[in-house]
């Protein structure tokens, strides 16, 4: 259970630290649990840190008590069972509130239908309401017996809403790379009006356009993978998925997200040999005493001015990559170093 737990803390940290725009025009059901939740937020009043602190104090509590619970003879019942009837209360509460994590995240993802968050939500709430449900059968165990059969219970509990969260984690993380790939065609389009420009400058843009439709397409098959993830992480129902479908649906991602790069670095790339070359031809030009195509106060100021925006470019082109990658590199998430961490 220790391990369950460990990854459990990762990848509610993967959630704390991806975020995510509140959606506009969700439907009265969906504005009510929000509502809901953010109230029992509110009264929890507990971040990730808390949650972690919480985990490794109930942890450290377990391992002082383990060994004598197992001392315990089979008849033992009253104070002595009470150090570990706390520790599962507790461990439920813990459980509990990682599930409301993921509940939050997927009321406030605006890339999320109503339909998608009402069936994510009243998934995630059947689990939380199935382990909240265990608390009274822990406090009404009275035998060491008792105990070790409803710690059983909330283990097989846990397991299957451990599934439950991966799944839709991995779903919202998917969802939210859309977004970066917006903003890596937004980027694209911004070149290709920037190649127009040069092309009314008298350049020779016919190696950037062949670059931009060859963009174009990678944009598009970045979408079509991400939407394969989505249905490979849904299709999740089983520890067993977990170990297969949910490997596909990363590399599904990290393969989405190197084609969105690499559309913009093929096209950056090209305006500049453009640039270049055609300098270098003005130069040799300039230099035989020949007429050019674009003169070289002109080439000066077309490259300074091509510089300047493909410089405030490039710190928007990776920021996505850079932000993907924060999400992505903590357990569970859909990228290569995840891979370590499964």
């Given at each position: 259970?220790?391990?369950?737990?460990?990854?459990?803390?990762?990848?509610?940290?993967?959630?704390?630290?991806?975020?995510?725009?509140?959606?506009?025009?969700?439907?009265?059901?969906?504005?009510?649990?929000?509502?809901?939740?953010?109230?029992?937020?509110?009264?929890?009043?507990?971040?990730?840190?808390?949650?972690?602190?919480?985990?490794?104090?109930?942890?450290?509590?377990?391992?002082?008590?383990?060994?004598?619970?197992?001392?315990?003879?089979?008849?033992?019942?009253?104070?002595?069972?009470q150090p570990s009837k706390d520790y599962l209360n507790n461990l439920i509460d813990l459980m509990v509130s990682h599930i409301n994590v993921v509940e939050e995240h997927v009321l406030n993802n605006s890339r999320l239908s109503d339909s998608d968050k009402?069936?994510?939500?009243?998934?995630?709430?059947?689990?939380?309401?199935?382990?909240?449900?265990?608390?009274?059968?822990?406090?009404?165990?009275?035998?060491?017996?008792?105990?070790?059969?409803?710690?059983?219970?909330?283990?097989?509990?846990?397991?299957?809403?451990?599934?439950?969260?991966?799944?839709?984690?991995?779903?919202?993380?998917?969802?939210?790379?859309?977004?970066?790939?917006?903003?890596?065609?937004?980027?694209?389009?911004?070149?290709?009006?920037?190649?127009?420009?040069?092309?009314?400058?008298?350049?020779?843009?016919?190696?950037?356009?062949?670059?931009?439709?060859?963009?174009?397409?990678?944009?598009?098959?970045?979408?079509?993978?991400?939407?394969?993830?989505?249905?490979?992480?849904?299709?999740?129902?089983?520890?067993?998925?977990?170990?297969?479908?949910?490997?596909?649906?990363?590399?599904?991602?990290?393969?989405?997200?190197?084609?969105?790069?690499?559309?913009?670095?093929?096209?950056?790339?090209?305006?500049?040999?453009?640039?270049?070359?055609?300098?270098?031809?003005?130069?040799?030009?300039?230099?035989?005493?020949?007429?050019?195509?674009?003169?070289?106060?002109?080439?000066?100021?077309?490259?300074?001015?091509?510089?300047?925006?493909?410089?405030?470019?490039?710190?928007?082109?990776?920021?996505?990559?850079?932000?993907?990658?924060?999400?992505?590199?903590?357990?569970?998430?859909?990228?290569?170093?995840?891979?370590?961490?499964?």
């Open positions: 259970m220790k391990n369950t737990w460990v990854f459990a803390i990762l990848f509610v940290g993967l959630l704390m630290g991806t975020a995510f725009a509140a959606g506009n025009g969700v439907s009265a059901a969906v504005k009510n649990a929000r509502e809901q939740y953010k109230e029992r937020v509110a009264e929890m009043k507990e971040t990730y840190a808390q949650v972690r602190e919480r985990y490794n104090a109930t942890m450290k509590n377990w391992t002082n008590s383990r060994d004598a619970f197992r001392a315990l003879p089979p008849n033992a019942s009253g104070s002595a069972l009402n069936s994510i939500i009243a998934e995630l709430e059947s689990d939380a309401s199935t382990l909240q449900s265990l608390k009274s059968e822990v406090d009404a165990a009275q035998t060491k017996a008792e105990v070790r059969a409803v710690a059983v219970k909330v283990r097989d509990e846990w397991k299957q809403s451990r599934v439950t969260i991966k799944k839709y984690a991995a779903f919202i993380v998917a969802a939210n790379l859309e977004s970066v790939i917006d903003k890596f065609e937004l980027q694209v389009d911004n070149l290709n009006a920037r190649v127009e420009a040069l092309k009314s400058k008298g350049y020779d843009t016919s190696k950037v356009k062949s670059a931009l439709t060859d963009a174009e397409s990678k944009i598009a098959d970045a979408r079509a993978k991400i939407a394969q993830a989505k249905e490979l992480f849904l299709s999740i129902n089983s520890e067993d998925d977990l170990n297969t479908k949910f490997k596909e649906g990363r590399d599904l991602l990290n393969d989405a997200r190197k084609s969105a790069v690499d559309a913009v670095k093929e096209v950056r790339s090209a305006i500049r040999e453009t640039i270049q070359e055609t300098n270098r031809g003005n130069n040799t030009a300039i230099n035989n005493g020949k007429a050019g195509a674009p003169n070289q106060e002109q080439n000066v100021e077309t490259n300074r001015e091509t510089n300047t925006e493909m410089n405030k470019g490039q710190g928007n082109a990776s920021e996505p990559n850079q932000e993907q990658n924060r999400e992505t590199n903590q357990e569970g998430a859909p990228s290569s170093s995840a891979k370590n961490t499964k």
